[in-house]
């Protein structure tokens, strides 16, 4: 996939989705209130016209609903729409998001047809009984389907799943990222489960029939899930919600929404190889860290919690971290000296 993409967002929230899941409230998410037509289409088309792209190239991204489960007539009036600003070259490709049990051959055929590049597939989880508490209407075994068609048929795929849905354990939300990844996808989105108003999640919770997945939460099973995609050579291209003025102005009652929520999972990751570098320190060691410029705040953490956090664990005097030339997501231990500067044991330059 294009590291570089400026993605122009059309949302089509609820339409032809079957069934109603228990986390959903797609008119919430999107901010959009009616289905989207064809105008709609080239009215985003023409407003990201008027904006810079640096030179990356421009997608036409239908999200928010099941596109594919939209009646077939639908579907052409938008990729029509679509495809016509791509021959006039305002725009580069189109990708589409929906559900695995809305794809078969006669739908794929036609995709390829009107120019689609990429397809999303909300799979959320490879558990049945996470899947059956959570409303989905389908199964793991619809999603395996769904994902090896849409790669025979030459399409990008693209998986997205959840963590903290009913039912879920962090042990389902390993087993499911193992077996996304046993899919060969290009890229994968992890969105821990925000509890928005208005959604059947919202009155379960209220009732205590379930149990919130915090930020906490969120940030420690991701700090998990992260590193097995990304050893897979499988990039995450989000994690989390994207922040919206109705969800950050109290649309998300509850739950793992955290505006930054990537750089604290990036900043969890990092603070656990800390730990491994610091084990067998001396207390009372002067300390200093080595991270490469791009990481630096991430090994810090906010309001330097990290590094606080290190001090006290390891009964250090003092624990700095410098820019340091080093891999992405490394860690050097560049110093460690007694109270009196002589190197300590368990460390050095």
């Given at each position: 996939?294009?590291?570089?993409?400026s993605i122009i967002p059309v949302f089509v929230p609820h339409l032809g989705c079957p069934h109603a899941c228990v986390f959903c409230d797609q008119r919430r998410i999107s901010g959009a209130v009616r289905p989207a037509s064809a105008e709609d289409v080239k009215n985003a088309i023409r407003k990201a016209a008027a904006l810079p792209c640096n030179g990356a190239k421009r997608q036409l991204a239908f999200y928010g609903g099941s596109f594919t489960a939209i009646p077939a007539s639908r579907q052409e009036e938008l990729l029509a729409a679509a495809a016509e600003a791509a021959a006039r070259g305002e725009i580069d490709s189109i990708r589409l998001s929906t559900r695995p049990d809305a794809i078969d051959g006669e739908t794929l055929a036609r995709l390829r047809r009107f120019g689609v590049e990429t397809i999303e597939l909300g799979a959320q989880s490879m558990d049945d009984e996470v899947l059956r508490l959570s409303g989905r209407g389908h199964t793991a075994?619809?999603?395996?389907?769904a994902a090896r068609a849409v790669r025979a048929a030459g399409f990008?795929?693209?998986?997205?799943?959840?963590?903290?849905?009913?039912?879920?354990?962090?042990?389902?939300d390993l087993?499911?990222?193992r077996?996304?990844?046993a899919l060969d996808p290009d890229g994968v989105r992890i969105y821990p489960t925000v509890i928005v108003r208005g959604t059947e999640?919202?009155?379960?919770?209220?009732?205590?029939?379930?149990?919130?997945?915090?930020?906490e939460d969120a940030v420690e099973i991701c700090a998990k899930l992260l590193p097995l995609f990304e050893d897979a050579g499988i990039p995450v291209i989000?994690?989390?919600?994207?922040?919206?003025?109705?969800l950050s102005g109290g649309e998300a009652a509850g739950g793992a929404y955290h505006p930054a929520l990537g750089e604290l999972v990036r900043s969890r990751i990092l603070l656990e190889k800390a730990r491994a570098l610091l084990a067998g320190v001396p207390?009372?060691?002067?300390?200093?860290?080595?991270?490469?410029p791009q990481t630096l705040s991430q090994v810090i953490g906010q309001k330097r919690k990290n590094l606080r956090l290190l001090q006290k664990e390891f009964s250090l005097a003092e624990l700095r971290v410098r820019p340091a030339v080093t891999g992405a997501g490394e860690i050097l231990l560049l110093k460690t000296e007694d109270d009196h500067g002589a190197p300590a044991g368990g460390g050095g330059e």
């Open positions: 996939m294009s590291a570089r993409a075994e619809d999603v395996e389907r990008a795929l693209v998986l997205q799943m959840m963590t903290g849905l009913p039912g879920d354990t962090p042990e389902k087993e499911t990222a077996r996304l990844i999640l919202y009155d379960r919770w209220q009732k205590g029939e379930y149990r919130e997945h915090t930020v989000r994690l989390g919600l994207n922040p919206t003025e109705k207390a009372g060691s002067r300390v200093t860290l080595g991270a490469s």
